[in-house]
C-alpha cells in the first residue's frame, strides 16, 4: 500500500468513531500493537527530542525500503508513533521524504492534543522524515 492509501485508511478508521473518547481508546489500542524497539536501541540517541514523553525510534533500511520500531513510556503517545509508524514503515525513504501529512488535520488529531503532544507529534514527523533523508543520502 502506499503512503497516501495508508493515510485515508487510517482517516475512515477514525471516522467511525463517534466522539474523540473513543479515538483516544482506539489510539490506545494502536499502542499495542505498535512494532517494539529491541531494547539495544532504547538509547538517547533515539529518543524524538520535543516530546514530553519519551518516545524511542529506531529505523533500519532493508531492501529499498525503511522500516521503524518505536516505543514510548506514554500510552498515547505510544498510540501516535503508532500512526506514523503504520503510515511510513515499509516505504521507500524518497516517498517519506515527499508524503504530506494532512491526515493528522483531517482526522482532527493535532487539535484534541495538549500543546506539548502536539508539538512532540511535529518532532516524531520530523525525525521519521529525517531517517528517510539519511537513508536516501545513501541510496544515491
Known amino acids: 500500500m502506499s503512503i497516501k492509501e495508508i493515510q485515508e485508511e487510517i482517516v475512515d ?19 499495542k500493537s505498535l512494532p517494539m524497539i529491541k531494547e539495544q536501541y532504547k538509547t538517547d540517541d533515539n529518543i524524538i527530542k520535543g516530546c514530553q514523553s519519551k518516545v524511542w525510534v529506531h529505523a533500519e533500511l532493508e531492501g529499498d525500503k525503511l522500516v521503524f520500531t518505536a516505543d514510548s513510556d506514554a500510552i498515547i503517545t ?3 508513533i503508532a500512526i506514523l509508524i503504520r503510515t511510513f514503515s515499509n516505504q521507500k525513504p524518497k516517498d517519506i521524504i515527499d508524503a504530506e501529512t494532512r491526515f493528522i ?10 500543546p506539548t503532544r502536539a508539538n512532540g507529534l511535529v518532532s ?13 543520502t545513501q541510496l544515491n
Open 13 to 31: 478508521e477514525f471516522s467511525m468513531f463517534e466522539d474523540w473518547m473513543q479515538r483516544y481508546e482506539y489510539m490506545i489500542e494502536l499502542g
Open 105 to 114: 488535520d483531517e482526522i482532527g488529531l493535532k487539535e484534541h492534543l495538549s
Open 124 to 136: 516524531m514527523i520530523k525525525q521519521l522524515k529525517l531517517y528517510a533523508v539519511a537513508y536516501q
Open 78 to 80: 505510544k498510540g501516535i
